[in-house]
């Protein structure tokens, strides 16, 4: 039982193989939604490099992700993928490569892979554990399967399958590393880069200044034509190139339990809360719960604690009102047992229990626990150790069920037998903790939701909007008075959220599916807490922003650089700061410790001209103006920092290789993706 439990974990640390059920589930949900079988055998979720990434291979990939995967870890997933494909291609096609006994040695050699060390690391000591790894390779590799069921050896079966996508990650890891070096490799700093990054930060003045903000300069001071506006869209434009995008305008009405609902969910609640407090079988009562095993009473919430710790066998809290839900907390047992127990089994198949029995005869003749363990118990995982299953607390065992768990916490002292639905067990606890107070807590909890009927009010409201207004240009006004408004938002075929609408990525598909002034169903967003129609306003290629998009940003530009060359010229006029402050206005500030390794200054912002020219300065001399980013600055050096400092080489070069490592990781990528043909097309899928 043991070894197959720590199998399933184990191949749920490295990932979990789809089954049939929920990729039937996929393809109906996928097919429902107005595609044909044929259709998904055509459309691909991504091309990468003309080679495509189709829907059973991302399907096969996610559900290896295991249970509750979001549309974050779908994208995630996605980008994965396809930088996984095209580091692959950049490697082929350079010649870089890991040979099978290189991946030998980095899974069992001398040289172990991170991914490995990471997985494999023993909770107790904090370092890698060879044998740990050994140990379960032996166990998915060679376990005796003769004597398991079909639902067991399929679990092996895909804990194989699980190791072998897992070496193919260590591969993928291998060779992504030997890419980055060979990459960050061709900047290693020389002596000059070394010694000019040191001296800039050895340069540090305090600086006297006068700002001049654009703001404040009206925008009739200077005039921009058109064709300089063009000209800087085409002289800017491989800045422009964007991703493929949709505007689309939407209407969400937000569903919220209404007052009605609040009265009606707490006279729903007093009516359960009766049967809750009287009732032997509180599992019988709709909302309520009850855990199998014992809690710690020092463990729980605050409001359980408070009301436990109190409480008599069968006694009911008052009424919680906390999270927008109702709650009652009825105490079923209490007792006082041990926190945490060191336990050692051995384990027969159902159809040994005479074994079972000859064998408990012999332990308590004083027969050697241990090596009975090692002889006969089918569980050949801790048979290796005695039998021994380690420390493990009451929750740990609810899989094994309410028996196994009161002889392990609750039961007498020497060897027990107990029966589970993996076998029969001889149990025996080597080591306890102190007792401490422990209880069994059921819970009653009805969540506020909105009702039927406001759903219906909410769903008529926009029903009515999309029949008066939906099909025509008059989408996009509004209805004020029946709290109608019309919002705007670019997305991306990678978004998740809308706006304020979280998890609305049905939306996000929907819309890259649909033609430009087409106008959506109803969608019934989070849970149904919001109600959302839109319409496709317009559909970007992904190639360059539209000028007539960027034309007021790049106006705006211009102009800013128009004022600020004229209020620099206006500015070398004058010989003090005091001057040129009355003149405009405003007043002499300071900054101090203006150093050219940092952009941002005390009291300005981010100002990297001005922080890159000011250390460079002469003392008490009225410097050119400077046009920053959001200000023309006049400006003196007050005060030259004197910092007594000795270039250290090798501390620089690591400060410098640190530096650089993070900008080359970021960029690395950036670069890896410039140089592959990628065709996103995946809200065919989700």
Same mark, same amino acid.
């Given at each position: 039982?043991?070894?197959?439990?720590?199998?399933?974990?184990?191949?749920?640390?490295?990932?979990?193989?789809?089954?049939?059920?929920?990729?039937?589930?996929?393809?109906?949900?996928?097919?429902?939604?107005?595609?044909?079988?044929?259709?998904?055998?055509?459309?691909?979720?991504?091309?990468?490099?003309?080679?495509?990434?189709?829907?059973?291979?991302? /399907?096969?990939?996610?559900?290896?992700?295991?249970?509750?995967?979001?549309?974050?870890?779908?994208?995630?997933?996605?980008?994965?993928?396809?930088?996984?494909?095209?580091?692959?291609?950049?490697?082929?096609?350079?010649?870089?490569?890991?040979?099978?006994?290189? @991946?030998?040695?980095?899974?069992?050699?001398?040289?172990?892979?991170?991914?490995?060390?990471?997985?494999?690391?023993?909770?107790?000591?904090?370092?890698?554990?060879?044998?740990?790894?050994?140990?379960?390779?032996?166990?998915?590799?060679?376990?005796?399967?003769?004597?398991?069921?079909?639902?067991? /050896?399929?679990?092996?079966?895909?804990? /194989?399958?699980?190791?072998?996508?897992?070496?193919?990650?260590? &591969?993928?890891?291998?060779?992504?590393?030997?890419?980055?070096? @060979?990459?960050?490799?061709?900047?290693?700093?020389?002596?000059?880069?070394?010694?000019?990054?040191?001296?800039?930060?050895?340069?540090?003045?305090?600086?006297?200044?006068?700002?001049?903000?654009?703001?404040?300069?009206?925008?009739?001071?200077?005039?921009?034509?058109?064709?300089?506006?063009?000209?800087?869209?085409?002289?800017?434009?491989?800045?422009?190139?964007?991703?493929?995008?949709?505007?689309?305008?939407?209407?969400?009405?937000?569903?919220?339990?209404?007052?009605?609902?609040?009265?009606?969910?707490?006279?729903?609640?007093?009516?359960?809360?009766?049967?809750?407090?009287?009732?032997?079988?509180?599992?019988?009562?709709?909302?309520?719960?009850?855990?199998?095993?014992?809690?710690?009473?020092?463990?729980?919430?605050?409001?359980? &604690?408070?009301?436990?710790?109190?409480?008599?066998?069968?006694?009911?809290?008052?009424?919680?009102?906390?999270?927008?839900?109702?709650?009652?907390?009825?105490?079923?047992?209490?007792?006082?047992?041990?926190?945490?127990?060191?336990?050692?089994?051995?384990?027969?198949?159902?159809?040994?229990?005479?074994?079972?029995?000859?064998?408990?005869?012999?332990?308590?003749?004083?027969?050697?626990?241990?090596?009975?363990?090692?002889?006969?118990?089918?569980?050949?995982?801790?048979?290796?150790?005695?039998?021994?299953?380690?420390?493990?607390?009451?929750?740990?065992?609810?899989?094994?069920?309410?028996?196994?768990?009161?002889?392990?916490?609750?039961?007498?002292?020497?060897?027990?037998?107990?029966?589970? /639905?993996?076998?029969?067990?001889? @149990?025996?606890?080597?080591?306890?903790?102190?007792?401490?107070?422990?209880?069994?807590?059921?819970?009653?909890?009805?969540?506020?939701?909105?009702?039927?009927?406001?759903q219906e009010a909410q769903y008529d409201k926009l029903s009515r909007y999309i029949t008066e207004k939906g099909d025509s240009d008059k989408f996009s006004e509004g209805d004020i008075e029946n709290g109608i408004s019309v919002q705007t938002a670019k997305i991306t075929r990678a978004d998740v959220n809308l706006s304020?609408?979280?998890?609305?990525?049905?939306?996000?598909?929907?819309?890259?599916?649909?033609?430009?002034?087409?106008?959506?169903?109803?969608?019934?967003?989070?849970?149904?807490?919001?109600?959302?129609?839109?319409?496709?306003?317009?559909?970007?290629?992904?190639?360059?922003?539209?000028?007539?998009?960027?034309?007021?940003?790049?106006?705006?530009?211009?102009?800013?650089?128009?004022?600020?060359?004229?209020?620099?010229?206006?500015?070398?006029?004058?010989?003090?700061?005091?001057?040129?402050?009355?003149?405009?206005?405003?007043?002499?500030?300071?900054?101090?410790?203006?150093?050219?390794?940092?952009?941002?200054?005390?009291?300005?912002?981010?100002?990297?001209?001005?922080?890159?020219?000011?250390?460079?300065?002469?003392?008490?001399?009225?410097?050119?103006?400077?046009?920053?980013?959001?200000?023309?600055?006049?400006?003196?050096?007050?005060?030259?920092?004197?910092?007594?400092?000795?270039?250290?080489?090798?501390?620089?070069?690591?400060?410098?290789?640190?530096?650089?490592?993070?900008?080359?990781?970021?960029?690395?990528?950036?670069?890896?993706?410039?140089?592959?043909?990628?065709?996103?097309?995946?809200?065919?899928?989700?």
């Open positions: 039982m043991a070894t197959l439990q720590k199998i399933r974990n184990q191949a749920g640390l490295l990932i979990v193989v789809i089954g049939v059920a929920l990729l039937s589930f996929i393809i109906g949900d996928f097919l429902s939604s107005g595609n044909t079988f044929l259709q998904m055998g055509r459309n691909n979720v991504a091309k990468v490099n003309g080679t495509a990434i189709t829907p059973d291979e991302f /399907q096969l990939k996610l559900a290896q992700l295991g249970a509750n995967v979001t549309d974050a870890d779908k994208n995630r997933l996605f980008q994965e993928m396809v930088m996984g494909m095209a580091v692959a291609d950049c490697a082929e096609n350079i010649g870089i490569s890991v040979s099978s006994e290189e @991946l030998k040695d980095l899974i069992k050699g001398e040289n172990i892979s991170p991914m490995v060390k990471q997985q494999y690391t023993n909770p107790q000591t904090g370092e890698f554990d060879k044998e740990m790894l050994n140990a379960y390779l032996t166990q998915i590799f060679t376990l005796d399967q003769s004597t398991m069921s079909e639902e067991d /050896q399929a679990q092996i079966a895909m804990a /194989q399958e699980n190791w072998y996508a897992f070496e193919d990650a260590v &591969k993928d890891d291998r060779i992504n590393r030997k890419m980055f070096n @060979l990459v960050s490799k061709s900047l290693l700093p020389n002596d000059v880069d070394l010694e000019a990054s040191f001296a800039q930060t050895v340069k540090n003045v305090d600086i006297a200044y006068v700002p001049q903000l654009y703001t404040a300069i009206p925008d009739s001071m200077v005039s921009v034509s058109e064709k300089e506006v063009k000209n800087l869209y085409a002289k800017k434009r491989e800045s422009f190139k964007t991703q493929e995008s949709r505007t689309i305008e939407f209407v969400a009405l937000s569903v919220a339990p209404t007052q009605e609902d609040y009265v009606a969910t707490e006279t729903l609640f007093n009516t359960l809360a009766e049967e809750f407090a009287t009732t032997e079988n509180v599992r019988h009562v709709q909302y309520a719960k009850l855990p199998n095993e014992y809690q710690t009473v020092s463990g729980m919430n605050p409001k359980m &604690k408070e009301f436990v710790s109190k409480a008599k066998e069968n006694e009911v809290s008052g009424t919680i009102f906390e999270n927008n839900a109702y709650k009652k907390y009825r105490v079923m047992s209490k007792t006082v047992a041990p926190d945490s127990v060191e336990a050692r089994h051995i384990m027969f198949a159902a159809s040994q229990e005479a074994l079972c029995d000859s064998i408990f005869d012999v332990l308590k003749k004083g027969g050697d626990f241990a090596a009975l363990a090692k002889e006969y118990s089918v569980d050949t995982n801790t048979a290796a150790d005695g039998g021994s299953f380690g420390w493990f607390t009451e929750p740990m065992l609810s899989q094994m069920g309410t028996k196994f768990a009161d002889a392990a916490f609750r039961g007498g002292k020497g060897v027990q037998k107990v029966k589970t /639905q993996f076998g029969i067990h001889l @149990l025996e606890v080597t080591d306890k903790t102190k007792p401490v107070e422990k209880a069994q807590v059921a819970q009653l909890v009805v969540e506020v939701k909105a009702s039927q009927d406001t304020y609408v979280p998890n609305a990525r049905e939306i996000i598909q929907w819309a890259f599916n649909a033609d430009e002034k087409e106008l959506s169903k109803i969608f019934e967003v989070e849970n149904k807490s919001f109600m959302v129609v839109a319409k496709v306003a317009k559909i970007s290629d992904g190639e360059y922003e539209a000028y007539e998009d960027l034309e007021p940003l790049l106006k705006t530009r211009l102009l800013q650089e128009k004022k600020g060359e004229k209020v620099a010229e206006l500015l070398k006029g004058y010989s003090s700061l005091e001057d040129a402050a009355a003149a405009l206005h405003s007043k002499v500030d300071t900054a101090k410790s203006v150093v050219f390794r940092s952009s941002v200054l005390a009291g300005i912002g981010f100002e990297p001209k001005l922080a890159g020219a000011a250390p460079y300065a002469a003392v008490n001399e009225i410097q050119a103006p400077v046009q920053g980013s959001r200000a023309v600055y006049l400006y003196k050096v007050v005060n030259d920092n004197a910092v007594i400092s000795t270039f250290d080489k090798e501390s620089e070069k690591a400060i410098y290789n640190g530096t650089m490592s993070k900008y080359m990781y970021q960029k690395y990528f950036e670069l890896i993706y410039s140089l592959t043909d990628v065709k996103d097309n995946r809200t065919i899928i989700y």
